[in-house]
């Protein structure tokens, strides 16, 4: 019998780094994807909150990740979620911000492949449950 794939929403706008992320987090993963922030919510309200981790980027449109880590961590159904950020902001006030926002992690694209992240995914997922 195959072990159950943890659900993930992979939060990105940039069509390529969509589809480069999708491949290596798809092999590990049950992989929901938003282009934006609002559809973060939409996927979580349809899932009913069944979803293992968010990974959010920071610039986004609609609403930035931020906005969604603020909103998440204040709903009682959804605060227990772990977020991690994967963004092209680097400057360590954003990282602070976001870990002090409730995020469980927060990598710069430019200093992970998508293999380390899936990687990294799994780790925190593993610690989880």
Do not use: H, W
């Amino acid at each position: 019998m195959e072990d159950k794939k943890f659900t993930v929403i992979l939060a990105e706008d940039e069509p390529d780094l969509m589809e480069i992320y999708s491949i290596a987090l798809g092999e590990k993963f049950n992989l929901l994807l938003a282009v934006n922030g609002k559809k973060v919510l939409e996927i979580l309200e349809e899932k009913r909150g069944a979803v293992d981790l968010i990974i959010l980027d920071i610039v986004m449109p609609k609403m930035d990740g931020f906005d969604i880590l603020r909103k998440l961590k204040k709903d009682s159904k959804y605060k227990n979620i772990p977020v991690v950020m994967s963004t092209n902001l680097s400057d360590p006030r954003d990282r602070d911000e976001a870990i002090n926002l409730g995020a469980k992690k927060y990598f710069v694209k430019a200093d992970r492949t998508p293999s380390e992240l899936a990687e990294d995914i799994a780790n925190i997922l593993s610690e989880q449950k």
